[in-house]
């Protein structure tokens, strides 16, 4: 059959990404205490196309995916992407897999257990002399206003916040050690089940541990810049923590970012 794709274009228009997005799919992901999780995710695969091709081979990237979506650890998402690359005689491949990412987390008092949906994104490129891999993870924690605390003869207000990582890879680590370095970071961390003698902890905790939004930052960024439960420091990271303030019609937001 006639190959439309392969065919010459004359326009001399090179076009940095081509591809799919939006690719609803189930894979599997590592989980520390399990071994192996499933869960699903939205994809985005694309590779360059030189000028003089007319298009790419779109049923391609759907291939690959689907025979390595049971193996999608950090590593294995590289190699997916080097395929794709090859396959589509690209000089570059990239792509992005956001999912959530789910922990069974116990309750601090009664113990009860229970399972917590975090946000997470791959997102990877690779070419022949170089790859690069950054994984995002979302985290939800709680906050208590240190301001609050000290001006108020009883009592001060807190939040709901959302702390969001991005770190660029270059060994090994557990998405749970990460989301754990957050909650240490804030005044506590979100549970699905509390019972009373949980609750009551938990709310004494965050008393006891008052954060701006502009703390977390700084505290997750000093957990990031000293974590040890990888081979190698991380060499680039971003921190930013939105609140979403109780008693304002804003929301309070810091950032942060390092690179060697």
């Known amino acids: ?11 001399e228009i090179p076009l940095q990404k081509v591809g799919v ?17 499933n869960t699903c995710a939205t994809v985005n695969l694309f590779v360059n196309l030189p000028h003089s091709y007319k298009g790419t081979h779109m049923s391609r990237f759907i291939e690959i995916f689907h025979r390595r979506r049971q193996n999608l650890g950090m590593k294995q998402f590289l190699l997916m992407l080097e395929e794709i690359r090859q396959s589509l005689d690209a000089e570059r491949a990239f792509g992005t897999m956001e999912f959530p990412f789910f922990m069974k987390k116990n309750a ?13 994104m791959y997102e990877g490129e690779v070419c022949a002399e170089s790859q690069q ?22 009592g001060a207000h807190n939040q709901r916040g959302i702390v969001t990582v ?5 060994s090994f680590f557990w998405i749970e050690d990460v989301i754990e370095a957050v909650e240490r970071s804030a005044s506590g961390g979100l549970y699905s089940i509390l019972k009373r003698p949980d609750e ?7 008393y006891e541990n008052p954060r701006f939004v502009e703390d977390v930052v700084r505290e997750v ?19 930013e923590c939105k609140n979403f303030e109780s008693i304002h019609s804003h929301n309070a937001y810091a950032y942060a970012e390092f690179s060697l």
Do not use: W
């Open 133 to 154: 891999f950054f994984i995002q993870v979302s985290v939800p924690v709680t906050t208590l206003c240190p301001c609050s605390k000290a001006i108020s003869d009883y």
């Open 1 to 11: 059959m006639v190959d439309i794709q392969n065919s010459a274009d004359s326009r």
């Open 166 to 170: 991005k770190v660029k890879n270059a």
């Open 200 to 206: 009551k902890f938990v709310t004494e905790h965050a």
């Open 108 to 120: 601090p008092v009664s113990g009860s257990e229970s399972i917590m949906n975090y946000r997470c």
């Open 221 to 239: 960024y000093i957990e990031l810049k000293n974590f040890s439960k990888c081979d190698k420091p991380f060499s680039q990271f971003s921190v």
């Open 21 to 37: 997005t939006d690719l609803q799919y189930p894979v599997q992901v590592l989980d520390k205490r399990e071994g192996t999780q």
